[in-house]
């Protein structure tokens, strides 16, 4: 059985740079084995956490929209990479929405202590981050990778690497920067290969 990968799209921009090197990302996963399905957040249909609370009791959120087809995904997967450019110095409003109802994950684990991930699945789940930011400034990664890590625990999928790029505003195009999309490539498929 190939395993299971998701590829997460934090960008509004389909075909931008953060884009661009997730592609990379996923190629590199496919040709390790892995079977790779991407999910763009500015697609989904998704609302914000409203702070119902019926997780505290139940693996089900009270908002019925597709978070639910989401969660049984993020169950299953195997490998989850997560590509977002930085925006006001954190996560994107709607990938930040989509992380915020992992909640259902959240009061699983911590409030009434059994992870929804079995102890087997959870020991070999990962995370690649990728992430581009406008300025030449820094620590300016710093707030997106304390909320990547705290989701990353929270799902049992911990952050395990990340390629990281600032400076686009002068960048631009991250295609002038070969290095990157080989890198992106690259951990895209030694995560493949750390799963098989
Ligand atoms: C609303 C908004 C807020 C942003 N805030 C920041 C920021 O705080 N720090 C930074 O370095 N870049 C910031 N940027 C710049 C983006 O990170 C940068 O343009 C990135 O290359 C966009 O990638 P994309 O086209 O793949 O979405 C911001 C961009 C937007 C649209």
Known sequence: MPKKVIALLGSPVLDGNTARLLDEAIRGAKEAGCEVEKLEVAHMDVLPCMEFFQCMGSETCLIQ???????????ELDGLIVATPVMTMGVPGRLKSFI????????????RG????SP????????LFISIAG????NVFDGIR??????????????????LQNDMDTIRDIRTRPEMMEAA????????????
């Open 146 to 163: 304390m909320t990547m890590q705290a989701f990353g625990e929270i799902i049992d999928c911990p952050l395990w690497d990340e390629v």
């Open 135 to 138: 300025m030449n400034i820094p």
């Open 120 to 127: 087997e699945h959870r020991k070999k789940r990962k995370m």
């Open 114 to 117: 059994r992870s929804l991930i």
């Open 65 to 75: 929209d597709e978070m639910e087809g989401i969660f049984r995904k993020f169950r």
């Open 100 to 111: 915020d109802r992992f909640q259902v994950f959240y009061m699983a684990k911590y409030h």
């Open 185 to 196: 490539y690259r951990k895209g498929y030694e995560l493949g290969k750390l799963l098989g």
